[in-house]
């Protein structure tokens, strides 16, 4: 258990049951879950670059004023992934991370443009992620798949590109599931990206758009209508829409709730203003999650311990929680039932000690 991330009003028994318990992760970023080790490790090797290698030093640097400055510290992570190794370095190590919670399968969102764009080959950066990939499932049994996302803010090159490299069988890597949008939302909107999202899903990938984050509802409408979202990353802000909730829970639409990352980015003002009680209290399947954990001073484990907390959940409640994730992922029926099973027969052996 890390210690810092121990919430004082969680039991520590709590803690310690969800630090065991078998887990699927489905949105959570992977420049975005770069260890302070490896960021500092990646910063020694750019020294030009003005990310600390300090892992003190980075505590304040992941401390973000606005959703916009927290964009602008990301891009400064993002341009320490220079090469193929970095990349395979940084995805093997990211699975480690997972692997220690007890992650057993986790969707990875991945910005492949953000790369090509930097100049890496999109061949070797596709064979570093497979590679990562191969080597995780061997040596930590933690399966990883891939979620392609159009950085929307870079405009309509972004999604060309995205597109591309998400549908040419020559380039497209194996672990790819699904397709998403993510960056600012403020002027950046959702419609404009149907065609993009369109030939994803025809070429047989998910759609799982970032909305509702840092706008209103209508932006998880248009996800919805336009980009046929089948999960809404966040969705936060559908709470202030009743007809949306029920849409969402009738439809059993998925919300990807990340709290500490709506805390971090100044998205939400606190925890206990965090809408996720209203979004279980109106039906909606609900998915815990921890979105970029080491830039929000966070972990999955710990996103699990703020919903045991917000939502007053018991060991029973965690167990229904991270099954909740199991059906909302992109897993195949047997992949599903063989991690739902590991998370009964660990839940009933807590229980029965
Ligand atoms: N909470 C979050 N909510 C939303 N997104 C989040 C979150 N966390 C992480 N991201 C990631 O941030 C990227 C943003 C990258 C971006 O805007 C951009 C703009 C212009 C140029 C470039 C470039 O690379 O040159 C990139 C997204 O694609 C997404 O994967
Ligand atoms: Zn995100």
Redesign the pocket.
Known sequence: MTEHLVDPDVPRDLHAFIAGLPKAELHV????SASPRIVSELAARHPDSKVPTDPEALVDFFTFTD?AH??DV??SV?DLIRTPEDVRLLTYEVARDMARQQVRYAEL???P???T??GIDEGAFMDAIEDARKAAEAEFGTVLRWCF???????LE?AEETVRLATDDRVRPEGLVSF??????IGVGRPQFKPYFDQAIAAGLHSVP?AG??TGPQTVWDALTDLRAERI??GTSSARDPRLLAHLAERRIPLEV?PT?NIA?R?VRSLDEHPIKEFTRAGVLVTINS??PP?FGTDLNNEYAVAARLLGLDERGLADLAKNAVEASFLDAPGKTRIRDEIDAYTAKWLAA
Request: charged share 20%.
């Open positions: 970023h992977h420049v975005g959703f927290f964009i990301y891009l993002v969102t991945i910005t443009f953000s790369s764009r930097r996302d159009i950085p929307g803010e870079a405009g972004s998403g949008l993510g960056g600012p939302e970032h984050e840092t990353g966040h990340c990352s980015t998205a979105d970029d830039m």
